[in-house]
């Protein structure tokens, strides 16, 4: 699949226009159709108990889905989730968790990706997988 924004294009475009999570997210690796991307996961990311919360794992699957769509498609605002299927299957302590994202197919109207979420150091281990479909908007 051909890039057509990398790194810095995809940090700016996180930063311009999703400032208020920006500081949460970090891109790790970018090679359509994968992009990994990592939360750091403080306290404000904490459930009751000291893990993870589901939303917090959400939030990471989300935006690498939409990050990995991004980089094949190009700067396109207002692609949105239509649907989204996560399985979680261990609690993550307090730490950096790193999403590896796939683009399975980009199609006219969607796009489908596939990940799996895990603490770093411990990609043997996922403590999420999640199924994530977006709209995309029509070119006029």
Same mark, same amino acid.
């Given at each position: 699949?051909?890039?057509?924004?990398?790194?810095?294009?995809?940090?700016?475009?996180?930063?311009?226009?999703?400032?208020?999570?920006?500081?949460?997210?970090?891109?790790?690796?970018?090679?359509?159709?994968?992009?990994?991307?990592?939360?750091?996961?403080?306290?404000?990311?904490?459930?009751?108990?000291?893990?993870?919360?589901?939303?917090?794992?959400?939030?990471?699957?989300?935006?690498?889905?939409? =990050?990995?769509?991004? #980089?094949?498609?190009? /700067? @396109?605002?207002? %692609?949105?989730? *239509?649907?989204?299927?996560?399985?979680?299957?261990?609690?993550?302590?307090?730490?950096?968790?790193?999403?590896?994202?796939?683009?399975?197919?980009?199609?006219?109207?969607?796009?489908?990706?596939?990940?799996?979420? =895990?603490?770093?150091? #411990?990609?043997?281990? /996922? @403590?999420?997988? %999640?199924?994530? *479909?977006?709209?995309?908007?029509?070119?006029?």
């Amino acid at each position: 699949m051909e890039m057509k924004m990398d790194a810095v294009a995809l940090q700016a475009f996180l930063e311009r226009d999703f400032p208020q999570v920006s500081g949460d997210f970090e891109f790790v690796d970018i090679a359509p159709p994968f992009v990994t991307m990592a939360l750091s996961a403080s306290d404000k990311h904490l459930r009751p108990g000291g893990t993870v919360s589901g939303p917090s794992m959400f939030g990471l699957a989300d935006v690498c889905a939409y =990050f990995c769509i991004l #980089a094949v498609l190009g /700067p @396109v605002g207002l %692609a949105v989730t *239509t649907n989204c299927s996560i399985d979680f299957m261990r609690k993550p302590p307090p730490g950096r968790l790193l999403c590896r994202m796939e683009l399975l197919k980009l199609g006219r109207a969607l796009a489908v990706c596939e990940g799996r979420i =895990f603490s770093e150091g #411990a990609e043997a281990k /996922p @403590v999420a997988r %999640a199924s994530l *479909t977006y709209s995309i908007p029509p070119t006029r």
